[in-house]
């Protein structure tokens, strides 16, 4: 059973930056399209980040040019950095893969919180 451990959240000023990260158990992760995804207060989980297994980003709107997802496959660990943050980036942020039909058992998540 492959386990997700997100960490690298906390409380960051407006503007500020955090860096999360996602260690995946299992032998197969360099081959899995990964992402990260965050569900806000209140809110329906959303996706923030894809990365493919060859390195391929994209971005939804909302936070392409201050989120940047990557990859080290060799420590089975995918990465979110996160800069200029604001307030509505709030969330409890949450890797897995990213095909829908393939995802694994979620994780904790990391709870990222942006405020004065």
């Known amino acids: 059973q492959v386990q997700l451990v997100e960490s690298g959240g906390g409380l960051v000023q407006p503007g500020g930056s955090l860096r999360l990260s996602c260690a995946a158990s299992g032998s197969s992760f360099r081959l899995w399209s990964m992402a990260w995804y965050r569900q806000g207060p209140g809110k329906q989980r959303e996706l923030v980040a894809t990365?493919?297994?060859?390195?391929?980003?994209n971005y939804p709107d909302s936070v392409k040019g201050r989120f940047t997802i990557s990859r080290d496959n060799a420590k089975n660990t995918v990465y979110l950095q996160m800069s200029n943050l604001k307030p509505e980036d709030t969330a409890v942020y949450y890797c897995?893969?990213?095909?829908?039909?393939?995802?694994?058992?979620w994780g904790q998540g990391t709870q990222v919180t942006v405020s004065l």
């Open positions: 897995n893969r990213a095909l829908a039909t393939m995802r694994l058992d």
């Open positions: 990365i493919s297994a060859s390195g391929t980003t």
